[in-house]
């Protein structure tokens, strides 16, 4: 695979080569990962890069897939306007 | 791995990782620093990132400035190849009522004294300073152009990278389980990874400070509160400087990547929890597009929580064990931990490697809820 040209994260621009490099500096999660180098912070949160750099972790350290950590599930499930969500507490949103 | 160490610091967010940098910089090297998570994988890394100096108790006022000066040379002074990312865009602390104005006079005289290069601002300049600002119901607001904010997870890895290039090792992903305590004195730490002997132990945990200091007999009056905060989609340059109300209680700014950080800080029971809500989602966008209509735009990317350790006066306690000598704690931020971790780092530091220190460790201890010493501040969320 070609390493420079290749994106795994599309949002943040980020090659096989950066987030591999990263792999070799010793950070071992996609968490670390993604904090260091912004992979999976984008609009679409990691929908396509978390499996990825999961991959590639994977195979670096030669352990099975369901043992890289994953990383937590934040919401929104999709991006929302700020305003829709004023309109929405000013319509009778709750108090925790 | 070795099996001891001359110190032990339990937690790796900025407290710790700062701490063990000074420690080895003052030739203190024979470190372990153990991390349940990753490094800053606790409050550090969900803190809002924000420095600065416009405090209003003299004590704090100079530690987040005597901070402040590390944070603007942190690469050169640890060693880091990346960009802590620090941008002193300043600090607009906005006034909504007669008192607060007051009292952030009263500020302005603490931050002076210090040289602190702080200002009151009438409502056209703050709206110079941030064009978008919706200055209804203000009465005015404060700046200071040195206060901005930095990146938490690379000022953490500059701070743990430079010491472990002096030799601090560092074991993540490992849990502090149980202290080994003989005679009166800390002799070690049990760890998921197996049990490390040391006769100084640091406990920069946070809100996990309290369960680990009661294995050392000390009962710390912290409670830990959920915060949230939340993210946008990154847009061109649109406000320089943080803007922050104690009185609505909400901070925004935009990160030099363009996304808008924000966050609210509504009065929570204390509990562990660190699961974002949609209630907070809905109501921080009400209070921030009041405050910055420009930001109904925006689209939210991603939210998320985590905690404060409150000490009864808002303030760090620094405290040796009284039936585990050698066991530290320093503990009890409150939500500043992050912009005063350089300083507080050094005190540390310097009290183990004796050496002197402008400061007085000793105030810091929770006696003063005792004797009445306590470290109040006004200016604080």
Redesign the interface.
Do not use: D, I
């Given at each position: 695979m070609d390493d420079k040209n290749t994106i795994l994260c599309r949002c943040e621009d980020l090659t096989r080569e950066a987030i591999l490099d990263c792999i070799k500096a010793g950070y071992c999660t996609i968490d670390e990962i993604k904090r260091v180098t912004r992979a999976g912070m984008g609009p679409c949160q990691g929908r396509t890069c978390r499996m990825l750099i999961a991959q590639e972790l994977s195979s670096y350290y030669g352990i099975p897939m369901e043992e890289v950590l994953m990383t937590t599930f934040r919401p929104p499930t999709k991006p929302i306007r700020m305003g829709v969500l004023a309109d929405a507490y000013k319509e009778g949103g709750a108090e925790e | 791995m070795k099996k001891g160490y001359d110190v032990i610091i339990i937690g790796g967010g900025i407290v710790g990782c700062a701490t063990a940098f000074e420690l080895a910089k003052r030739g203190i090297t024979d470190v372990l620093l153990i991390e349940k998570?990753?490094?800053?994988?606790g409050a550090t890394?969900r803190c809002g990132a924000g420095i600065r100096q416009q405090w209003g108790s003299e004590l704090n006022a100079r530690i987040a400035m005597e901070s402040t000066h590390i944070f603007e040379n942190l690469e050169e002074y640890t060693g880091y190849k990346?960009s802590c990312g620090l941008h002193q865009g300043g600090y607009l602390l906005v006034a909504y009522t007669e008192k607060e104005w007051a009292q952030f006079q009263e500020n302005l005289k603490v931050q002076h004294s210090l040289g602190i290069d702080s200002r009151a601002v009438d409502l056209k300049e703050a709206k110079e300073i941030v064009p978008y600002l919706n200055t209804e119901g203000m009465f005015g607001a404060t700046f200071c152009q040195k206060d901005g904010h930095a990146d938490p997870?690379?000022c953490t890895?500059a701070y743990a990278q430079g010491a472990r290039r002096m030799g601090v090792e560092f074991l993540?992903y490992t849990e502090a389980t149980g202290l080994i305590i003989r005679g009166g004195h800390i002799a070690g730490v049990e760890t998921t990874k197996g049990t490390f002997e040391a006769s100084t132990v640091i406990n920069c945990a946070n809100v996990r400070a309290p369960e680990l200091a009661k294995m050392a007999g000390e009962e710390l009056p912290i409670v830990s509160e959920r915060h949230q905060a939340l993210?946008?989609?990154p847009v061109a340059p649109l406000i320089d400087c943080m803007v922050m109300s104690f009185h609505r209680s909400y901070y925004v700014q935009q990160t030099p990547?363009g996304s808008f950080v924000m966050g609210i800080g509504?009065k929570?029971e204390p509990s562990f929890n660190f699961k974002?809500?949609?209630?907070?989602?809905?109501?921080?966008?009400?209070v921030?597009?009041?405050a910055l209509p420009i930001?109904?735009?925006?689209?939210?990317?991603?939210?998320?929580a985590g905690q404060y350790d409150l000490s009864p006066d808002r303030n760090p306690i620094i405290d040796e064990a009284k039936e585990a000598r050698g066991f530290y704690s320093v503990c009890g931020f409150s939500g500043h931990g992050f912009m005063v971790a350089p300083r507080i780092a050094i005190l540390m530091a310097n009290h183990l490697a004796r050496q002197e220190d402008t400061m007085d460790i000793r105030m810091f201890s929770q006696e003063r809820y005792k004797t009445g010493k306590l470290l109040l501040e006004p200016a604080v969320v």
């Open positions: - | 998570g990753y490094l800053s994988s890394g990346h997870f690379h890895q993540t993210v946008t989609e990547h509504p929570e974002s809500s949609w209630q907070f989602l809905e109501k921080n966008c009400a921030m597009c009041e930001l109904r735009k925006l689209n939210v990317v991603r939210q998320w």
